[in-house]
Each structure stands twice: as C-alpha cells, then as structure tokens.
C-alpha cells in the first residue's frame, strides 16, 4: 500500500515546489540584506489555483529558520488582532506582553474587581507594536508580516499597510508579504491613502513551465517508490497546463487509480477524469458565480475558438464596439480569468473553465 504523496487542499505545502524558487530567494534576499531592501515589501498576485497561499507558508518557514518571527494572517475583519496575538505568542521569551485591560473600580471589600477592555484595533495598535519592535531590535530579531486573501474592503488591512510605511520609515527591522487575486490586489494599489504600496515588487504566480511540472509530478510519485511511465507524465504535465493546484489535483487522482508499483497512461486519464469535476466544484465555480452576464457571454465567445481568441472577433460575434469589448476584456483580466496571448489575442487563464463553459452550454445551463 503506498501512501498517496499529493496534497491537493489549498494553502497545504507538496513536498515539492515548482518553479517559484527565485519568488522565494528574492525575498530571502531582501530578508537576509539590510531595511530598506525593496524585496522586503513584496505581493503576490494570480489567479485562484496558482499557489499564493503555499507560497506565503514556504517564505514564512524560511523565515523563521533565519530567526525572524513571522505571523501569517488572512485580511480578516479582525486581523490587528490577531497579529497582536500572534507577536506575543510567537515572540513571547524576547518582549515584555502589553496588558489589553485594566482595572477600573474595586469594591471596599476588594472583591468583584471590574475590568475594562483596552481598544485593540486601530486605536493604541501602532504604538504597542512600536513596542514590541523596539524590543525585538534589541535582541536584533526581524518582524515578517504575512498577508493573504488581500482586499481593499478591509479596513483593518488598509490600516495596517498605512501604518507599515511609518515601520519603513524608521527603518525598522520588518518586512511584508502579501497575497491576492489579480482584482482585489489591483484595487488597492487605485487607494490613494495606501498609495505608497504601488512602489511594492508586485510577482505576478505565471503557470509553471511543463518540464518543471513533469519533474514535481515524477519526482513526488518517486519518494512513494512508485514510478509513472513517460507517456503517462507527458499526459498529465500537459493537462495540469502549469497550474499549482491542477499539479496535485491531477497527481492525487491519478495515483489513486491502482495500487500497481506503474502508473499507466490509463490510470492517468481516469485520473484527469477525477480531477476535473474536483476543479470545477473547488475552483472553476467560485470564479464563474463571481462573473456578470456579460462576462461570462463574453466567455463564452472565446470559447468558440480552437485556442486563441482574437480581439476583433469577439468584437463582431458580441454586434458591440471595441471599447466596449475593451472594458470586459480589461476586467476578465484584472480578475485573473484570460489573459493576453499576443497583440489583439487573448486567451484563458485557468484551465478547464472553456471545457466547463461548453459543457454547460450544450446542456443548455447557460
């Protein structure tokens, strides 16, 4: 019986990670090098499926095995918080914990002790953390914020990142990451009172390479002492189209088919066959519940092309003007939908989701 090695759930790290290493050195880098570092104020952005989560978890580890702290948290209506908490449990032997209440009354008797809670977000927030950085530089530890899921709908986040400049100023010994879909990280660079965050490296999560995926593909069956014929990984390395998620989802599926010590070609396309309902349900069908009616007509008349869809002919089959096409084509891919693929040409982003248009098309569900 081999254990399956794929970990197709989101934000859970594979034991290989392909094609992000130079992501993960820059930061790194800048981690390593002194403040001031641009790689130290870094965001990535991709669509959904593309990795950010695991990525954020593989620099964190890094991190602290250079001997920062690092707290990880999604943009959350309670994220201040929760970095508050996560400072003082991670970074708990080398600061001195700020009380969050205090005492207001006290009865003659001395007992029945009432408590008031201190404010803890937004309000008082800088100036503890201020604290809890000028004691972690006495002990010349850094501070790594890890950020996920961004969106200019938190407050809390666009709070933060306002406040994050200050720590930059001072040159503190701090650094930032983040994470989000192309759409949400787009509209937080259009905020103007967190408009120094534009001058932040932005790395975009492309699709991996396919000689990289047949080797995260190979070389994770391997550590199971299973093996998976040539034609079989050609198969799945191209069906995957370079998509982080897709890796595993597909991997998962196709070494469940058999417990032979060979995965086959057959076991590979009954296993892509698995996959792609599972893509559907965990991926495709967020990203399709979020598009318009326009959107989604607009997709469907790309997917009429075998594989490129030119500008113009989407612009004849819709009966509209260019510069209306224009602002749709502008937003599928500020959502991370389609992207370019040469001058006037675009195409999809995330695989699957042109065979799911169709399917849903000819069963009359659109």
Known sequence: ?????FTPVFGSEPPFLGGRERFIND??????????????????TGPRGSGKTVL??????????????????SSAPDMLQDLIDQVEEQAGAFITKQPSSKITELTAAGFGVARKIMPEAQKGWRIRMEKYLDELADKEIGLLFSIDEVTARSQDLVYFISTFQFFIRAKRNVALIMAGLPGNVLQMFQLESISFLRRAFRRTLDPIGLPEVRRVLRN???ITGRHIEPV????????????????????????????????TLSDVENGIIDAKEDMESMVLEATF???SGVERQFL????????ESRVADIVERMGVNSQYVGNY???LIAQGVIVPAGRGKLTFAMPMLKEMLLERMDEGEL
Do not use: C
């Not at 930061?27 to 990535?44: S, Y």
């Not at 469907?300 to 594989?307: C, K, N, S, W």
């Open 1 to 5: 019986m081999y254990n399956n090695p």
């Open 56 to 73: 954020l978890s593989r620099i964190a580890a890094e991190a602290k095995g250079r001997g920062w702290i690092s707290v990880d948290v």
């Open 289 to 291: 519940n979020e598009l």
């Open 300 to 307: 469907l008349f790309m997917a009429q092309d075998e594989r």
């Open 232 to 263: 079989a990984l050609k198969k799945a390395a191209e069906r995957t189209e370079g998509l982080p998620f897709l890796i595993q989802l597909i991997g998962y599926h196709s070494f469940n088919q058999s417990t032979n010590i060979l995965i």
């Open 329 to 331: 084509r502008s937003r």
């Open 220 to 222: 994770t069956i391997e």
């Open 27 to 44: 930061v790194l880098k800048g981690l390593d090098n002194a403040p001031g570092d641009p790689n130290r104020i870094t965001i990535f």
